[in-house]
């Protein structure tokens, strides 16, 4: 079993799936015309362009022209929080929360020092979002709200809906980072009040290089790229046909397998999740246990580092990621769990699991196997055993 590679990290990136791969393939070898040319041969990369559109649009309940394709997830939350504030060059306010990925959390952290007020709205012990607080934020001088739908390390899945209700109540766009969220549960933007939302293909079995953004009608919109006429005037720049196709069909496949996610997928978590924390002392769940992604799971162990953790884990070919930053040369836990305040002696010791569809009940049965094991075994030489819960690095 060590000799395989058991990939517990879909959060970061997933697999291409089989039928993704075979969709691109074609615009990768003999349909590659430019679909912005005029003679026939580019015609089947503008249909493959239109066809992706429809796809991407079905998923998410939008209408196929609120769809822009772009490279990635953060350049689709640039383009959309840069686009609502150049509209609105009068209001110098922007919301958003202490638990964004960094996509978002960082370019907050510029408008700061480019004069811009920005409120970063605080998370409960369980890395929930107050709705009263974020109304409390709003200023007639706020240009744009902006929160993720679901959290990459703890998988809580944010209030939406009724942040989206205040924001379209006070005339305030609102931009959702979803990245984590599509494919993985529904999302009808038909009769969900968000302007903008961004999305990854490389989240939900497609290739990296390949995102979207999508653009309520009649959204302030100004082209975060400029220079050609692609997506209607809206982003610059040749489209990547091949992706294009990828993400279009994954969208395709991922709304196909919205149940599964949300059946077999949670039932795996929940089996490897319980297993851990009853037979493992001193471990904790971190974020919200009822309304979470179903394939995510964020869990500290008392006394341990994570980075050790994730080194131990590759020994056995599991690939898990770490709540702590320790990975980066930085001895600081992530700012999603001091957001949370989880103890320091907690805090450093967290692995994040994320399942996919490929995921399977024998995998599960060994990462359950191995991983206190190899928890008992850094306890044992752990300097941080005789610390104090709030005890600071």
Same mark, same amino acid.
């Given at each position: ?114 004069? @811009? ?69 529904? *999302? ?37 790229? +400029? ?28 709304? +196909? ?11 795996? +978590? ?28 964020? *869990? ?8 050790? *953790? ?9 690939? =898990?990621?770490?709540?702590? =930053? ?19 002696? @907690? ?47």
């Amino acid at each position: 079993m060590s000799a395989k590679i058991l990939y517990f990290d879909n959060n970061a990136t997933t697999a291409v799936a089989p039928e993704v791969l075979e969709a691109m393939l074609p615009y990768l070898k003999g349909e590659y015309g430019n679909p912005s040319s005029m003679y026939r041969f580019a015609g089947a990369s503008e249909k493959a362009l239109k066809k992706a559109r429809q796809q991407v649009a079905g998923l998410l309940g939008a209408a196929p022209e609120e769809i822009l394709f772009t490279s990635c997830g953060t350049e689709s939350d640039s383009t959309a929080i840069m686009s609502a504030l150049r509209a609105q060059p009068e209001k110098k306010h922007f919301i958003t929360t202490r638990v964004e990925h960094p996509a978002v959390l960082s370019l907050g952290q510029y408008l700061e020092k480019q004069g @811009y007020a920005v409120s970063f709205l605080g998370v409960d012990g369980k890395g929930r979002i107050s709705v009263d607080e974020l109304t409390r934020a709003i200023t007639k001088d706020t240009a744009l709200v902006s929160m993720m739908y679901a959290n990459n390390e703890t998988g809580n899945i944010y209030p939406v809906a009724e942040v989206g209700a205040v924001c379209r109540e006070r005339g305030i766009p609102f931009h959702v980072d979803a990245v984590q969220a599509v494919g993985k549960i529904p *999302i009808n933007l038909a009769t969900l009040p968000v302007d903008y939302l961004a999305l990854s293909g490389h989240k939900l079995h497609a290739p990296k290089g390949v995102g979207a953004l999508y653009v309520r009608r009649g959204s302030p919109f100004r082209p975060f790229l +400029r220079g050609g006429h692609q997506e209607r005037g809206r982003r610059a720049g040749t489209e990547a046909v091949p992706n294009i196709v990828a993400l279009g069909a994954a969208c395709e496949l991922a709304g +196909r397998h919205i149940e599964v996610e949300n059946t077999q997928v949670r039932v795996l +978590r929940d089996d490897l999740q319980q297993r851990l924390l009853s037979g493992i002392p001193d471990a904790i769940l971190n974020g919200d246990p009822e309304n979470r992604l179903p394939n995510t799971m964020n *869990i500290s162990f008392k006394y341990v580092e994570g980075e050790a *953790i994730l080194l131990l884990l590759d020994q056995y070919g599991i690939c =898990a990621s770490s709540g702590s =930053a320790c990975t980066s040369g930085s001895l600081e836990p992530s700012h999603v769990l001091r957001a949370m305040g989880v103890p320091f002696t @907690y805090a450093h010791g967290s692995v994040r699991l994320s399942l996919c569809r490929y995921n399977t009940r024998e995998e599960v049965n060994f990462v359950a196997e191995k991983l206190p094991e190899i928890i008992a075994r850094l306890r044992a030489i752990s300097p941080y055993r005789n610390l104090p819960d709030n005890a600071v690095p």
